[in-house]
């Protein structure tokens, strides 16, 4: 697990077709675009969902939200994944402050991490990292608390991008059918 200047994932964006946009001066938003995005799925509760029909949605309830997100990015992740935050590291570090305080692992990291706390360079996780980066995501879904502090996963494998919101919803951008169906099956029942 490693922070990348941001400059090196623009490739990676421009191929699977990633655009990033500024929200308000704390945010940023990242999304596929629509010509290389074949299916987008949205796990969320029974008021998130969206009009519109771009979306196909998953209405669950919370514990069930941030089990199939879990659940999915662990199929997602295979290999290599970059975490971009919607803010800055700081709101994602203070909101999984508490839960991870028992991760000597992130202990660690989070020591190392100080100056890069207000930058939105991307987080690397590497194979071995899946544990670290399933118990960071389940923090902050249950502990995040503002839209600063979601995250944006991105596989460096495949063209898949998804946006993990505090209490959700959850977004899914997949390059293709049988990706999206290989993931589907941790959240279609």
């Known amino acids: 697990m490693d922070f990348l200047p941001e400059q090196e994932i623009n490739d990676l964006l421009t191929e699977f077709g990633i655009t990033k946009t500024q929200v308000g001066d704390d945010c940023i938003d990242l999304e596929m675009s629509t010509d290389r995005a074949d299916i987008c799925d949205c796990l969320c509760h029974e008021g998130q969902m969206g009009e519109n029909n771009l979306w196909t949605c998953k209405v669950m309830n919370a514990e069930s939200l941030v089990t199939a997100a879990t659940e999915s990015i662990r199929k997602i992740h295979q290999g290599q994944t970059v975490l971009v935050p919607s ?101 279609a029942t």
């Open 87 to 187: 803010g800055k590291w700081r709101s994602v570090f203070d909101a999984v402050a508490f839960s991870m305080a028992g991760d000597e692992l992130w202990q660690e990291f989070d020591a190392s991490a100080t100056i890069k706390l207000n930058t939105r360079d991307p987080l690397l996780f590497e194979a071995g990292d899946e544990q670290i980066l399933i118990s960071l995501l389940t923090a902050l879904m249950n502990d995040g608390e503002t839209p600063e502090q979601g995250v944006f996963l991105i596989s460096a494998g495949a063209p898949i991008l998804v946006h993990l919101q505090p209490g959700g919803p959850v977004k899914l951008w997949f390059g293709n059918r049988v990706l999206a169906d290989e993931v589907r099956e941790h959240y």
